[in-house]
């Protein structure tokens, strides 16, 4: 592949990565907020039925309870009847009293858990973007200083040969060549950068991954060719662009061209 297009590739992948974080982190601004739910409403009711059952099987045995004992001692009355039940009540109040105490309690209950509930999904949502901003963060420091004209053969990304200046005002050569475009002027800058995501995701990205299909090829069926000058884009691809982002000290140009090669196998 030909050389600048290398190079320019290399320049223009931070644009392309930039971008793509970008578009994430949009994505996660939009989506909406939580809403409150009745989400408990189900458990309280199955509670409501069972505690109401446990209640009248508690009253309907004391009751019960109370009948027999008067009917076996032979002195029946509805007043010996009721007092036999309270008794037997009393006899085991910390029960009674948890059952009638949780069963009002359930309103509160089922309150306090959906309000747990959507307090934790609104953190969740609150911090739905810290993800994506550390990584933006970390990508931005790797930013190049964008062209000057001081930097023409003092940065080895603007030697004279790639600085085309017309009426006064500079242009990319390189990139304008590999869109076979109209001159493109390096100011303004967002107008540049776009030109560069578009070479490569329309130039460079189809004929680099057409190299790499070829290399991934069985050596049976790859034809023989007199080399190029020069070769085609070698080398390790990372697991993720991630490791690339959290490696220390590295030099720029090889940390782009990892995540180049990550890119063009379809990853993000």
Sequence with gaps: MDETFEKLANEAVYWVTLRDLQARRREGEAIPAPERKASFQRWREGQEKALKSQIEGMAKSVVETSLKDLVNGGLYSE???????????????????????????????QKAFEEAVYHHDLATWNGRCSAIDDELRRWQK??????????????????????????????????????????????????????????????????????????????????????????????????????????DELDLDVDFKTLRARNLRGGR
């Design 79 to 109: 007043e010996l009847l009721i007092k036999g039940a309270m008794d037997l009540l009393s006899k085991e109040p910390g029960k009674v009293a948890y059952t009638v105490s949780l069963l009002s309690l359930l309103p509160e209950i």
């Design 142 to 247: 790797k930013a190049l200083p964008l062209f000057e004209a001081n930097l023409i053969n003092v940065d080895k990304r603007f030697p004279i040969d790639r600085v085309q200046f017309i009426d006064g005002k500079a242009y990319d050569k390189w990139l304008s060549d590999a869109l076979k475009s109209k001159p493109i002027p390096f100011d303004p800058h967002s107008a540049w950068v776009e030109g560069l995501i578009q070479f490569y995701t329309e130039v460079y990205k189809p004929l680099a991954e057409a190299e790499l299909k070829e290399q991934e090829k069985p050596k049976a069926e790859v034809k023989a060719e007199p080399p190029k000058s020069p070769q085609p884009f070698q080398g390790g691809l990372p697991s993720d662009w991630r490791e690339v982002m959290g490696k």
